[in-house]
Structures are given as structure tokens and as C-alpha cells.
């Protein structure tokens, strides 16, 4: 079965540190990665997606992730966080031809001022 | 373009009742997922339906069922319900195809008494 992985489940970080998030996926065939983003009191939002081609991606807010497959990663990463960048951040996984996201346990960032 | 919504937001319910979440996509989305938010098992896929049709599910017990009507809106019911039902059940809804972006709602919290 498949299964992601976020090794990191709390950070703390102050302004203008780098950050990157783990993700590992279990899966040996073709994938789908996605990272959303929880602000505090908002829906779920899509931060970034990765399907082919670059693995290196750019999404929202100056977050970019690599998708590396002979490591099963992809790692999301932003240069320079800010205090509204304080959210939980959760890795997802879809196989094939199917729309069933399969989640990391995510984890849960706070900038501080 | 109106997000996903989802009512009710707030349900308390007492073990042994049934429950029904119901869930509007963004007009033109003909899929809609559901996910079963806990702090213990995080984000877990329920099932989805796309046309009216259910098209994947997830390893949950019969007694979680859900139906999507004509206009796309769909019903999520939970027989039977038990304590560790307490929990955020979110649907997101996207156009249906493979990799096409999820759009989430803000989630129905239920508590089991």
C-alpha cells in the first residue's frame, strides 16, 4: 500500500530562515506530489503540485519543492519564511490515474517574529 | 467563482445515530471527495464520486456511504456512529480528471457523544 512519509512534525523557525520540509513516499510506480498548506482558521489550499517534466517546482508564496526519485522525495522548500508563513503543511500522493490523495501526517510550522 | 461548501459546519451527535454531511462543488466540478481529518490517523481518503458514480474509496466500514446527486452536490451518511467517528470531514471537489487540482472545503467538525 502506499504511504507518505513527513519526518518533521513540529518547526519552529524564526523570520527570514530557510525551511525545508521532508516528504518521502512509498510507491514504485508512477506518482502525482502535491503540498497543501492549512492556514490557522482556512481551508486546505493547494501550495504546489508536481506531475513530469522539471523536477523542480515552483509554487505560491515563493515555495518550491524537487521531486527526487531515486530518493522517493520531494521536499518542499522556501528560502525565507515569514510569520504568515505559520500554517501546517501536509505532503500528498496520488497514483496512476486516480484522484485519491493519500496524505502525509504533516507538519505543523510557527515563524516567530 | 464560489468555493466548496459544506454544511453543516458543526454537528454533535450521540453513538448509535446516523449523520449526513452534504457538500456543493465549485460550479462546473464534477467530482467530489471526501477525507476523515483526526489528530491520531491525520487525512485518510473516504471515497469519491465523479458523475454520480462512485469511483474510488477508501478502507473505511460500510457504514460510511456517500452518493453525489445530478448538479454534482454530494451526501456523505454515517450509520451507526461511534466515538471514534468524532472528527473533520472534508470534501474537495475538481473538474475529474487524473491530477487536476482538488479544491477543499472549510469541513464539517462532528462530535460523538
Known amino acids: 500500500a502506499q504511504s507518505v512519509s513527513q519526518h518533521n512534525h513540529h518547526v519552529i523557525l524564526s523570520e527570514a530562515a530557510s525551511l525545508e520540509l521532508g516528504c518521502n513516499y512509498s510507491y514504485g510506480g508512477t506518482v502525482n506530489l502535491f503540498w497543501y498548506v492549512q492556514y490557522p482558521g482556512q481551508h486546505l489550499q493547494l501550495l504546489l503540485k508536481y506531475f513530469s517534466g522539471d523536477p523542480l517546482v515552483k509554487g505560491i508564496k515563493g515555495f518550491e519543492a524537487e521531486f527526487i526519485k531515486s530518493k522517493f522525495s520531494f521536499n518542499l522548500r522556501k528560502p525565507s519564511v515569514q510569520w504568515s508563513d505559520t500554517a501546517e503543511y501536509f505532503c500528498a500522493v496520488s497514483t496512476g490515474a486516480t484522484n485519491k490523495l493519500i496524505f502525509g501526517t504533516g507538519t505543523l510550522l510557527a515563524v516567530q517574529p | ?113
Request: aromatic fraction near 12%; include cysteine; charged fraction near 15%.
Open chain 2, 1 to 113: 467563482k464560489a468555493g466548496v461548501t459544506q454544511t453543516p459546519r458543526y454537528l454533535i451527535k450521540t453513538r448509535g445515530q446516523q449523520v449526513t454531511l452534504s457538500c456543493s462543488p465549485i460550479s462546473g466540478h464534477r467530482s467530489v471527495s471526501w477525507y476523515q481529518q483526526t489528530p491520531g490517523q491525520g487525512l485518510q481518503f473516504l471515497f469519491e464520486y465523479f458523475s454520480e458514480t462512485q469511483r474510488n474509496k477508501g478502507n473505511f466500514p460500510g457504514r460510511f456511504s456517500g452518493r453525489q446527486f445530478s448538479n454534482s452536490r454530494s451526501e456523505m451518511n454515517v450509520s451507526t456512529l461511534e466515538l471514534g467517528d468524532s472528527a473533520l470531514y472534508l470534501c474537495a471537489s475538481s473538474l475529474g480528471q487524473p491530477r487536476e487540482t482538488q479544491y477543499f472545503g472549510p469541513g464539517t467538525r462532528l462530535l460523538v457523544l
